[in-house]
């Protein structure tokens, strides 16, 4: 089975730090995501890339950049946290062939304060 | 970008009887629409999806079916269980990999 692992369940942070959220796949999968996750708003895209190096903005970019220096790996990076940033923060590979579709992580829940 | 509405945000069954979750979504051109569940305290997996080409597809109690000039897709549980309790996400998608998801459905199975 393909692993999407992100590296914190649970995360308290305080207004203005800068946080990474890190998330890191044992498969060679060019695409990967990250999205916030809100009751009543569903999955929201934040951040996408197809290949090392390579970003793509989502539907809510604003606060939020990421870095992809290799393959496996996909950080999330809250520039100057604020209060509005607490959320469920899922990342995800995507899958071609027999397990099609997104592969999520466990998911980490920020909470800012 | 896509904008995809889902319906209802809670809906509670008995056990056995089915469920109904509809989606909208705005861009005529998405070509690819997929259902995920999301149990308590668990990552989304996905259940079952649809492409532009076909008008329904069934998965043992689950399907989904699709209209293209309406512009929207349909979740149906038949005889439903506990285990269906949890949270149903529709999506829609032009490129696949790229999905825009809908608020989604709690859904609750009575005993």
């Known amino acids: 089975d393909v692993k999407v692992t992100q590296s914190s369940r649970y995360l308290v942070k305080r207004t203005g730090e800068k946080v990474f959220l890190e998330c890191v796949q044992d498969?060679?999968?060019?695409?990967m995501f990250w999205y916030r996750q809100d009751p009543g708003l569903g999955l929201r895209l934040i951040y996408f890339s197809y290949d090392v190096k390579m970003k793509e903005k989502g539907d809510i970019p604003e606060g939020y950049s990421v870095s992809r220096e290799k393959k496996e790996r996909f950080s999330l990076i809250l520039e100057s946290a604020s209060t509005n940033q607490t959320s469920m923060y899922l990342c995800?590979?995507?899958?071609?062939?027999?397990?099609?579709?997104?592969?999520f992580g466990s998911g980490t829940r920020l909470t800012v304060v | 970008g896509e904008n995809v509405e889902q319906h209802p945000s809670t809906l509670s069954v008995q056990e056995g009887d089915s469920a109904v979750i509809k989606c909208t979504y705005s861009?005529?051109?998405?070509?690819?629409f997929p259902w995920y569940k999301q149990e308590l305290g668990k990552r989304p997996q996905l259940i079952i999806d649809i492409r532009s080409n076909v008008g329904e597809k069934k998965d043992q109690r689950i399907a989904v079916t699709l209209n293209k000039t309406a512009k929207h897709f349909s979740l149906h549980i038949t005889e439903t269980q506990p285990e269906d309790s949890a949270v149903y996400f529709c999506?829609?998608?032009?490129?696949?990999?790229?999905?825009?998801f809908g608020a989604g459905t709690t859904v609750t199975v009575r005993a």
């Open positions: 861009d005529s051109a998405s070509n690819y």
């Open positions: 498969m060679d999968h060019e695409n």
């Open positions: 999506a829609a998608s032009i490129t696949d990999y790229k999905l825009s």
């Open positions: 995800a590979t995507f899958l071609t062939g027999l397990h099609y579709g997104y592969t």
